[in-house]
């Protein structure tokens, strides 16, 4: 069975500091890998994914993760934390992307993101 | 391009009560699924369609139960609602064909409460 670990459910950085959010899987199978964001009242967005080709990988509003297969991890980092970004940030695993498009995503319980001024 | 909508935004319901909700998937998707957050929690997995049929299930009771319309909207039934029901229920769409590297659509989300 598939599992994420998101290592602290919430974290406080300074607007323009370094923003780091922890994420651990375990997967039976070589994963594919997501961070979705979510606003308040509202879905989730998705800002990345790995799905084997590089291991570092960039994706919207500054983000990028790297894909650690010897730590199992997939952490998200932001160089420079803006007032915007805060919000709810969710790592998620998919272990069957053969199969189908969307496949089931197991996500871990969510990391809370407080951008202070 | 109208993205994934849901209805209701919100919905107040009563212990032992029935419940329907409603997901209309981004244009050109075929594949519904939907995902329950509980609050302070991340979503958790209840059941995927495609082709109107459930293709997958999590670990819900059958008091959860889906369907998936010809023109690929899709519906959530929840029957006899417990206090615990209460939760935002997402959906997602995606397109089915097998392809690697494609993305899941989140709605916003239908948020119930049980009372």
């Known amino acids: 069975a598939q599992s994420v670990t998101q290592l602290g459910s919430h974290v406080s950085v300074s607007e323009g500091a370094l923003v780091l959010l922890r994420c651990n899987y375990s997967?039976?199978?070589?994963?594919?890998l997501f961070w979705y964001v979510q606003y308040p009242n509202q879905g989730l967005q998705l800002l990345l994914k790995?799905?084997?080709?590089?291991?570092l990988v960039k994706g919207i509003n500054g983000f990028e993760a790297e894909f650690k297969k010897s730590e199992t991890s997939f952490h998200l980092t932001k160089p420079s934390a803006h007032m915007s970004d805060a919000a709810e940030y969710f790592c998620a695993v998919s272990d069957d992307m053969i199969k189908a498009a969307g496949n089931k995503l197991t996500f871990g319980g969510g990391t809370r993101v407080l951008v202070k001024p | 391009d109208a993205g994934v909508t849901q209805s209701p935004t919100h919905l107040i319901k009563t212990r032992g009560q029935q419940v329907t909700l409603r997901c209309s998937p981004k244009s050109g998707h075929d594949t519904v699924s939907w995902y329950q957050q509980a609050l302070g929690q991340g979503p958790q997995f209840i059941f995927q369609y495609y082709e109107e049929e459930e293709r997958q299930r999590g670990n819900f009771p059958d008091r959860f139960s889906g369907h998936q319309f010809p023109n690929y909207s899709s519906e959530l039934n929840v029957n006899a609602l417990l206090l615990g029901d209460s939760a935002l229920y997402l959906c997602?769409?995606?397109w089915g064909t097998g392809t690697m590297n494609t993305e899941a659509f989140f709605g916003q989300g239908t948020r119930l409460t049980v009372v």
């Open positions: 790995y799905t084997s080709a590089a291991t």
């Open positions: 997967s039976s199978v070589p994963p594919y």
């Open positions: 997602a769409s995606s």
